[in-house]
């Protein structure tokens, strides 16, 4: 089975590099493409500030609070523009044609959504290994892409590394 479009879900973590040098193998080996997705979540840019005059609150102070995520969430966009650029003209460079995009909401559904209408056949992304607990708490993008991606799925588990 050949995959010629692969969809690869892009984040800061530390297994982002393994997860984009299987994508990019996988590329070349099938003479496909790639898109770079990155999901930025509300509390990544900053929740909306919920404040009103009604709260007894000077204009001048929301008006300052709103510049200032305004600024946050520029900042946010220009780091997540910056990182798939880099992404991208590696994988230019090694002769696969890339493109990339960014998203702001839940990365789970926004992962699924861009794969379904981009037409990818393959969707990459990495998986840290939360259970119990913590995935209940954190949710599991990966968990929730493999029950509602439309198309294959490869997912990068995170290796521990053991101290010697």
């Not at 609070?65 to 520029?74: F, L, R, S």
């Not at 607990?133 to 053991?162: F, P, R």
Request: proline fraction near 3%.
């Amino acid at each position: 089975m050949s995959f010629y479009k692969i969809l690869v879900a892009i984040d800061n973590s530390q297994l982002c590099k393994p997860v984009f040098a299987k994508a990019l193998e996988l590329a070349q080996v099938n003479k496909g493409s790639l898109m770079l997705l990155h999901c930025l979540t509300s509390d990544m840019v900053g929740e909306p500030l919920p404040i009103s005059v009604d709260m007894g609150l000077y204009p001048e102070m929301m008006n300052s609070a709103y510049q200032t995520q305004n600024v946050v969430i520029e900042q946010r966009l220009k780091e997540a523009q910056a990182m798939l650029g880099g992404y991208c003209e590696t994988a230019i460079r090694w002769g696969v044609p890339t493109e990339f995009d960014y998203k702001v909401g839940d990365a789970g559904q926004l992962i699924c959504k861009v794969a379904a209408n981009w037409g990818a056949e393959l969707i990459v992304l990495g998986r840290r290994g939360r259970t119990g607990l913590a995935e209940v708490l954190l949710g599991s993008v990966s968990n929730y892409v493999l029950h509602h991606a439309h198309c294959s799925i490869l997912v990068i588990q995170e290796t521990e590394t053991k101290a010697s």
